[in-house]
Nanobody
Framework: QVQLVESGGGLVQTGDSLRLSCAAS????????MAWFRQAPGKEREFVAA????????YYANSVKGRFTISRDNAIGTVYLQMDTLKPEDTAVYYC???????????????????WGQGTQVTVSS
């Protein structure tokens, strides 16, 4: 059974940094694209960042481009989201997700991902 466990969320101030981690288990991690989504209260879940199965390419939402960095360590089955220059509008529950199909480039829609973590809360105070 695939399991994704996020960690690293918390309460920070505007301009601070946080690094989220997502540890995966239950299947071969290194052949699936990974992504981060987030959901703020009263809003739909939205794409944040994605990375190809081998880490060669990354994709970002315009709202986080230049501030967030996604990376992965296939040796330990973990994907990261480094978040710098945080803003109050980044406040949300952040979810790690794994692609349903191996070796394909990551998509931007939630429907392309078959496994989700429980989420970790990120709160940015102004």
């Amino acid at each position: 059974q695939v399991q994704l466990v996020e960690s690293g969320g918390g309460l920070v101030q505007t301009g601070d940094s946080l690094r989220l981690s997502c540890a995966a288990s239950g299947r071969t991690f290194s052949i699936y694209a990974m992504a981060w989504f987030r959901q703020a209260p009263g809003k739909e879940r939205e794409f944040v960042a994605a990375i190809t199965w081998n880490g060669d390419s990354t994709y970002y939402a315009n709202s986080v481009k230049g501030r967030f960095t996604i990376s992965r360590d296939n040796a330990i089955g973990t994907v990261y989201l480094q978040m710098d220059t945080l803003k109050p509008e980044d406040t949300a529950v952040y979810y790690c997700t794994s692609a349903s199909r191996s070796y394909l480039p990551p998509g931007l829609g939630a429907g392309e991902y078959g496994f989700w973590g429980q989420g970790t809360q990120v709160t940015v105070s102004s």
